[in-house]
C-alpha cells in the first residue's frame, strides 16, 4: 500500500462495512451500469463480491469520506500463462470526479506495487466508461479491442499489464 500520507487530505484504510455502503449508495453511474452489464450485480454486491476475491483492498477518502474501493485479487495461479494473474479492480463514488488529480498520484503509486506483488493484472472495462479508459491507458494498461462480455455481450476491452 502507498504511504499514506501521499496527499496530506487523504486516507488510504482497510474497507469498513460503512465504506462499502457509503461507495454503494453513491457509485459513479458508469461503474453501475459496468457491474450490472458484466454480472447482473448491484453496487454493493459488486463490492462486497470483489472485496471478498481480493488479496489486497483499501478504501481511499476524502476528509472521512469514501471516495472509491479498489483492490487485486486473484484470477488463477496461472501456471499455464507462466506466473500468477491478478485482478485489479476500483470502483467509485460519484464524488471521485472532484478528485481525479489525487486518484491519479494515488494509483500511480499502487499500481507498480501491485504489478511487483502480482504478476499479471487484467480485467475488462465497459467499452462506454470512457473516463476509465482514459485513466487506465495514463497509468499504462495496454486495452484490447473492444469485445462481447458479460451476459448481454456487451462491449468490453480487456486491459492488462505484464
Same mark, same amino acid.
Given at each position: 500500500?502507498?504511504?499514506?500520507?501521499?496527499?496530506?487530505?487523504?486516507?488510504?484504510?482497510?474497507?469498513?462495512?460503512?465504506?462499502?455502503?457509503?461507495?454503494?449508495?453513491?457509485?459513479?453511474?458508469?461503474?453501475? =451500469?459496468?457491474?450490472?452489464? &458484466?454480472? #447482473?450485480?448491484? @453496487?454493493?454486491?459488486?463490492? %462486497?463480491?470483489? +472485496?471478498?476475491?481480493?488479496?489486497?483492498?483499501?478504501?481511499?477518502?476524502?476528509?472521512?469520506?469514501?471516495?472509491?474501493?479498489?483492490?487485486?485479487?486473484?484470477?488463477?495461479?496461472?501456471?499455464?500463462?507462466?506466473?500468477?494473474?491478478?485482478?485489479?479492480?476500483?470502483?467509485?463514488?460519484?464524488?471521485?470526479?472532484?478528485?481525479?488529480? =489525487?486518484?491519479?498520484?494515488? &494509483?500511480? #503509486?499502487?499500481? @507498480?506495487?501491485?504489478?511487483? %506483488?502480482?504478476? +499479471?493484472?487484467?480485467?475488462?472495462?465497459?467499452?462506454?466508461?470512457?473516463?476509465?479508459?482514459?485513466?487506465?491507458?495514463?497509468?499504462?494498461?495496454?486495452?484490447?479491442?473492444?469485445?462481447?462480455?458479460?451476459?448481454?455481450?456487451?462491449?468490453?476491452?480487456?486491459?492488462?499489464?505484464?
Amino acid at each position: 500500500m502507498p504511504d499514506a500520507s501521499l496527499l496530506n487530505a487523504y486516507a488510504i484504510t482497510a474497507p469498513t462495512e460503512a465504506d462499502i455502503a457509503a461507495v454503494a449508495a453513491t457509485m459513479r453511474a458508469a461503474d453501475v =451500469a459496468e457491474v450490472w452489464a &458484466s454480472h #447482473r450485480v448491484t @453496487p454493493e454486491q459488486a463490492l %462486497r463480491i470483489s +472485496l471478498c476475491q481480493s488479496m489486497e483492498a483499501w478504501t481511499v477518502s476524502h476528509a472521512g469520506r469514501p471516495l472509491c474501493l479498489c483492490g487485486v485479487g486473484r484470477l488463477t495461479d496461472g501456471t499455464l500463462l507462466g506466473g500468477p494473474v491478478s485482478v485489479p479492480w476500483l470502483l467509485g463514488s460519484d464524488a471521485l470526479s472532484d478528485h481525479r488529480r =489525487a486518484l491519479l498520484r494515488i &494509483s500511480g #503509486r499502487m499500481v @507498480p506495487l501491485w504489478r511487483r %506483488r502480482h504478476g +499479471l493484472l487484467v480485467n475488462w472495462v465497459d467499452a462506454r466508461n470512457r473516463a476509465s479508459l482514459r485513466w487506465l491507458r495514463w497509468l499504462g494498461f495496454e486495452i484490447a479491442p473492444a469485445a462481447p462480455f458479460g451476459p448481454d455481450g456487451l462491449p468490453f476491452h480487456r486491459f492488462m499489464m505484464r
